[in-house]
């Protein structure tokens, strides 16, 4: 059993920075690949970017590619999602998930979710 917890969420302005967190329980975080995901209320679980067990292989969606960067820490079995130059579109509740797979929707774990608001 894995449990998840997201953090680092909150309301900034367009061009702005945030870095999430999501802080993993359980001696089995090295097994699983890490994603993050995003969703807004009407619309589907969106894939933002993930990262391989190893953090050799890293992958993102187009939109976030050269503002979101995704990074793991095995000794603090933590996952980090840093953005830089928010946009208003970048506005959702985000998530991250273990699994076992980058850019799949197919987790086993998943996170209770941030919010992230970037107002224009």
């Known amino acids: 059993q894995v449990q998840l917890v997201e953090s680092g969420g909150g309301l900034v302005q367009a061009g702005g920075s945030l870095r999430l967190s999501c802080a993993a329980s359980g001696r089995t975080f090295s097994t699983y690949a890490m994603n993050w995901f995003r969703q807004v209320p009407g619309k589907e679980r969106e894939f933002v970017a993930g990262i391989s067990r190893t953090g050799s292989v890293i992958r993102y969606t187009d939109s976030v590619k050269g503002r979101f960067t995704i990074s793991r820490d095995a000794a603090k079995t933590t996952v980090y999602l840093q953005m830089s130059n928010l946009k208003p579109e970048d506005t959702a509740t985000y998530y991250c998930?273990?699994?076992?797979?980058?850019?799949?929707?197919?987790?086993?774990?998943w996170g209770q979710g941030t919010q992230v608001t970037v107002s224009s």
């Open positions: 998930a273990a699994g076992l797979a980058i850019a799949t929707i197919w987790n086993d774990y």
